[in-house]
């Protein structure tokens, strides 16, 4: 795996448990030779935004109520995470949360994923907290507006840089896993 093959992924959902929530926003950060490019949507989830949620993200039902479904934004979630590796800080909980809407949609997912947090817990094992506001903090990363996608994506993709730099591109790839299914239709 090169810096230009990955695509960062975080979503923000309904609740906890990312197979029965819902994706209310999603956001991907590519890398690309030229720098970064960011993509991000809100997304109505077609349920009631609990409270919990709204609390957490900010997002409410208000400002969701014009966003696209999640099946509307497939196409282009395949477009550009098209042989790309997916990267997520807590990468169970993102590829869960996109397999579940996947299989809703009826498309079927299948990328290889890495998880930043699993990562720095072999890489860092001195720490005692992995979590991304953590993992930012130990390599000086700025890191605001938490839990919102994009701001999330960005992180886990500076710090994904950070690990590559510190640690070298081949042991990073070493714990890519191939492939993860997202979603069978």
């Known amino acids: 795996m090169d810096r230009a093959q990955y695509a960062v992924v975080d979503v923000e959902t309904t609740m906890g448990d990312p197979t029965r929530g819902r994706i209310m926003e999603m956001a991907l950060v590519l890398v690309n030779e030229d720098g970064p490019v960011a993509w991000s949507a809100l997304v109505d989830p077609g349920v009631p935004v609990p409270p919990f949620a709204r609390m957490l993200t900010g997002l ?3 400002a969701l109520r014009h966003a696209p479904r999640f099946h509307r934004l497939v196409p282009r979630l395949l477009l550009l995470t098209e042989g790309r590796v997916m990267v997520a800080h807590n990468a169970r909980y993102d590829m869960a949360a996109l397999s579940a ?7 079927t997912f299948e990328r290889p994923a890495l998880c930043t947090e699993r990562l720095s817990r072999q890489l860092v094992p001195q720490l ?36 590559i730099d510190g640690f070298g591109v081949e ?3 070493m714990a890519v896993n191939h492939p993860v299914r997202a979603a069978r239709a």
């Open 101 to 107: 809407e996947c299989a809703r949609a009826g498309v």
């Open 171 to 173: 042991r990073v790839s």
């Open 60 to 62: 409410s039902a208000r």
């Open 128 to 163: 005692t907290h992995h979590n991304l506001g953590e993992m930012c903090r130990y390599f000086g990363i700025p890191f605001t507006g938490r839990h919102r996608a994009l701001n999330d994506a960005r992180a886990t993709a500076a710090l994904l840089e950070r690990l």
